[in-house]
């Protein structure tokens, strides 16, 4: 095809093996296969233990679980992780031994592969047990996911919520988070706090583009969307602070909206929530539009939620 | 003054739509484009080509000039891709970077992750189709070759529009998934984000019509004796990915086009006021969105079955079970779009539903990973490049679904949802399936596209530079997302760990960089200097395609083959069959499609069109749009559009293949 040959081609010659000890030689200086399964499975026992030796919320939030809603989550994380590497483990040394076993060599040159079309009995085999595997895993995840609809700490008979439990608005914006304590009427921007070992229903929405909440030390995420509510229950176990971002691309500030979630006693809280509607300023329109602008603003605390 | 004035005001507008005042990123970008486009002017002119590029490219409706076309607008995608990439790890190689400004940083991740899956994965995958199905089917062409050719410039021009939005009024920047309400006018406003949709939309119509191509080719231009199950399984992958594609595709455009109209005409299909609805978005981007992923992924399985059978010298183990699993895999595929979104408050019946049809995909899978290793198992493996790439899928894409299993638990989802270990599993399902695979398919096929082999030795070293680099870039990112890192943000606090991590991950990224240089130095060097493939049938092949030259003649074959079984080209050899069958059959006139200059011309109309709905410049989208008609009302009024290759071409052609 003459369109095809508009470049000059040259008969160049690539090096060539003299003879069939020549490229004996030279393929027993290639690193073996042997060598790249072991680095292999090195990879594999670094990443177990990597992950068992994670226990810093700090560090390895989604794995050092300090709340009962991350724990839940977690566990199924490690359940699915164990079942996946199992498969995982078998498949690569079967692929390993497979591609070792049956490839071309100077000796087996006059080898003439089988020509086979199947086998019911392994077909069979391996369409069974990797549905043996989903099944065991799908039985736990679809309790979880159930389970997690309600409040941590239901009673089982009624689920009905044991004990307190508080809840607070979140409104993202552009590019900050809005916490409303409607039982408390006071406001926090940027950081969140919350009793100890009480549930805390956070109701979530956006006045602007979607995000999600994110508190990995304390569980998964939700998504805040514009006139909509959507309900996240998380608890903290004991006092402490985490970090929450949004993880929903929103803009060119998006990567800084990050806020604080200080988990206090009940009765460090109940002391905060009364000092600051003491000493705290109203919500005045003039902060409320400061809010609503796009921007990055600190931290701010206000002693009421609707401004005047 | 007032021309002053005025004169000021035009260059003040002209620096601002050219972003000139962004900084050096533009103006090398700039530079690039303008020294590429009078390098090519230049190269036309001198050795006096355009004559040439009009009548033997520009015009040409035949299957394997156009897929040798995607084909190079893939690898050149690649590289806009790859370098957007190669930008965006640099900038997150350490903490607090400012290489690049939240709002450059925002543009490129979002032009990676669209030209990577719509104008670099889908022009490979439509180019091997184009390659590869006729001939493997034993038709001369496709059923529509006109048609064909619209597809392909439909991409070309909507790719091109959407390459000059870096600069030319600034690109998009809401992410390859563009969310409401961020995208909308209120939060977004700009071409940026048209830019998106127009161009998507554009590409879109001709994957639609590509889908319809070859899924009649398929049903209706089989050689006589090939059933069903006689099909190639690459044949097989084209045929269900076609069905994918006819009912994916049209729900994207229907979600584009309501963005559209909200931007350009202020309506509130998902705005924030007015009864607007982001999440129904986010339903059909995704509706769309999952199914796509299975377009890209099906055809690399069915090139894999032909890779590994042909390099292990032993047929595919378990072929309708192959079948079979990739007609589950092609349903299942529309049934699980919202595990992209668990974490939207769909509650638990919808969630739990959806994990568990997510998961379900995983044994189809399965099925196809045991299948191809017991393919291998009693064969003779040669490890030719093409081999080893399509083995290097199965553990980087066994990782990759497994993690994939993983997200699949909502609850888990909860954590992982949007973070970097969603990341680090699509990368590994994405390149260490699609963009292995098809290094594999351009390995397998370049001679039978070129008529000249890759270098081997060249192909060793691209092979595995690209295998570590890509599982050093990825595998890293996977601890990221436990550590709590979101994606696309564009720089990140210290005092998380996460430095070290993203620097290693970096790294990676810059290897497979290497890899891409080593990949098109072989290309230039086998241009020149590379073996030639004299017999047609390099890897001792076994489908119909290997029976032709390389390159195949412009008829593909001068009589059409009659199938007797399975890997018909394989039988053949086997019983001493020449492709033209036994001596003595005379040849006759074989009847063609024209060239025609049409197909290149509507879509640089469609391109005019375009950039009118971009910048809702509505003369320039109404000269376009009638532009447009015009065209499709000429094409209704055609009638000869086809002629005859007379036997004599044919007979010199044969005997110069030494067929006769």
């Known amino acids: ?308 | 003054m007032k021309g002053e004035a005025s004169m000021h005001g035009v260059v003040n507008w002209a620096v601002h739509f050219f972003m000139l005042d962004e900084g050096p990123l533009i103006w090398l970008s700039d530079f690039l484009i303008i020294c590429a486009s009078l390098g090519i002017v230049v190269v036309l002119t001198k050795f006096r080509l355009w004559k040439w590029l009009w009548d033997e490219w520009l015009t040409t409706v035949d299957h394997k000039k156009i897929g040798i076309m995607y084909m190079i607008a893939a690898i050149l995608m690649l590289f806009r891709g790859g370098t957007d990439g190669l930008l965006m790890r640099a900038q997150l190689a350490w903490p607090n970077m400012h290489f690049l400004s939240a709002d450059h940083y925002d543009q490129i991740f979002t032009t990676h992750g669209t030209i990577m899956i719509l104008f670099m994965a889908m022009p490979a995958i439509i180019g091997f189709f184009n390659v590869a199905v006729p001939l493997q089917i034993g038709c001369r062409d496709v059923a529509f070759p006109y048609l064909n050719a619209i597809s392909f410039w439909l991409f070309f021009f909507a790719a091109l529009l959407f390459n000059l939005s870096f600069v030319v009024g600034g690109s998009p920047d809401g992410g390859w998934t563009s969310y409401p309400p961020y995208v909308e006018n209120q939060f977004d406003p700009g071409p940026g984000e048209n830019y998106y949709l127009v161009a998507l939309s554009i590409t879109g119509i001709g994957t639609i019509a590509t889908g319809i191509n070859f899924l009649v080719t398929i049903l209706r231009m089989r050689a006589p004796g090939m059933t069903f199950m006689r099909m190639p399984m690459f044949t097989w992958s084209v045929f269900v990915t076609s069905v994918i594609i006819l009912f994916a595709f049209p729900v994207l455009a229907v979600a584009l086009a309501l963005l559209l109209i909200d931007r350009d005409f202020g309506s509130h299909f998902f705005t924030v006021d007015g009864g607007g609805a982001p999440m129904q978005y986010v339903n059909l981007f995704w509706f769309w969105g999952h199914p796509e992923v299975y377009i890209v992924i099906l055809p690399i399985f069915g090139l894999m079955s032909e890779v590994i059978s042909t390099f292990s010298h032993k047929r595919i183990f378990g072929y309708s079970a192959m079948v079979v699993s990739m007609v589950a895999i092609a349903i299942l595929s529309f049934v699980t779009w919202v595990h992209h979104f668990f974490t939207m408050g769909a509650g638990p019946g919808v969630n739990s539903f959806f994990g568990v049809s997510t998961m379900a995909i995983a044994i189809p899978t399965g099925v196809k990973v045991f299948n191809w290793i017991f393919t291998m198992h009693k064969g003779r493996l040669e490890f030719k490049t093409a081999m080893l790439w399509s083995l290097g899928v199965i553990p980087n894409f066994l990782i990759g679904g497994l993690t994939g299993v993983m997200l699949a638990v909502p609850p888990a989802d909860y954590q992982y949802h949007n973070s970097y270990f969603l990341i680090a599993h699509f990368h590994y399902t994405l390149i260490g399936g699609t963009v292995f695979g098809v290094f594999s398919g351009l390995y397998y096929w370049w001679p039978k596209m070129f008529g000249v082999l890759l270098n081997e030795k060249l192909g060793r070293w691209h092979f595995w530079t690209f295998m570590i680099g890509f599982n050093i870039c990825f595998f890293p990112q996977f601890f990221l997302g436990f550590m709590g890192m979101t994606r696309r943000m564009y720089t990140y606090p210290a005092g998380y760990g996460w430095g070290v991590v993203n620097l290693i991950s970096t790294i990676g990224a810059f290897l497979m960089g290497v890899a891409f240089i080593i990949f098109v130095y072989n290309i230039l060097w086998s241009a020149r200097y590379g073996e030639r493939d004299l017999t047609g049938d390099p890897w001792d092949g076994r489908t119909l395609e290997w029976a032709t030259t390389s390159p195949a003649p412009h008829y593909n074959f001068a009589i059409i083959p009659t199938v007797k079984g399975r890997d018909a080209w394989w039988l053949m050899k086997q019983n001493g069959e020449s492709i033209n069958g036994p001596k003595g059959v005379p040849f006759r006139p074989i009847h063609m499609p024209n060239n025609s200059g049409r197909p290149f011309i509507m879509s640089a109309l469609f391109f005019i069109m375009g950039a009118g709905f971009v910048f809702q410049w509505w003369i320039l989208a109404i000269i376009g749009f009638v532009g447009v008609l015009i065209s499709m009302a000429q094409r209704s009024f055609e009638y000869d559009d086809s002629h005859y290759i007379p036997v004599e071409e044919i007979e010199k052609t044969e005997a110069a293949a030494g067929r006769l």
């Open chain 1, 1 to 308: 095809m003459v369109s095809l040959s508009i470049v000059v081609c040259k008969r160049g010659a690539p090096r060539k093996f003299r003879n069939r000890q020549d490229r004996r030689e030279t393929k027993a200086t290639m690193k073996p296969k042997g060598r790249r399964v072991g680095g292999l499975i090195a990879l594999i026992g670094f990443t177990v233990l990597a992950l068992t030796g994670c226990d810093s919320p700090t560090y390895w939030p989604v794995l050092s679980p300090q709340g009962p809603v991350a724990r839940s989550e977690y566990y199924l994380i490690i359940y699915s992780f164990i079942l996946m590497l199992l498969v995982v483990l078998a498949v690569f040394i079967l692929f390993f031994w497979v591609i070792i076993k049956y490839r071309a060599r100077p000796d087996n040159a006059d080898y003439v592969p089988p020509e086979i079309e199947g086998n019911a009995k392994l077909e069979t085999l391996w369409t069974v047990i990797p549905i043996l595997v989903v099944i065991a895993l799908a039985i736990p995840t679809v309790a979880v996911t159930y389970k997690l609809v309600y409040p941590p700490k239901v009673e089982a008979a009624t689920a009905k919520i044991v004990g307190k439990s508080i809840t607070i608005d979140v409104i993202s914006e552009q590019w900050k988070w809005v916490f409303k304590y409607p039982a408390q009427n006071i406001e926090t921007v940027n950081y969140v706090n919350i009793p100890a070992g009480v549930p805390v229903d956070f109701e979530l929405t956006s006045s602007g583009p979607m995000n999600t909440f994110w508190v990995p030390a304390l569980g998964g995420m939700e998504f805040t969307m514009p006139n909509m509510n959507l309900k996240l229950w998380l608890e903290a176990d004991h006092p402490g602070s985490y970090l929450g971002r949004g993880a929903q691309y929103s803009g060119r500030g998006f990567a800084h909206m990050t806020f604080t979630v200080n988990a206090l006693s009940p009765t460090d809280f109940e002391n905060w929530v009364k000092s600051v509607q003491q000493t705290a300023p109203k919500l005045t329109k003039q902060a409320e539009a400061q809010i609503n602008r796009p921007g990055l603003i600190g931290k701010l605390t206000f002693s009421s939620t609707t401004p005047e």
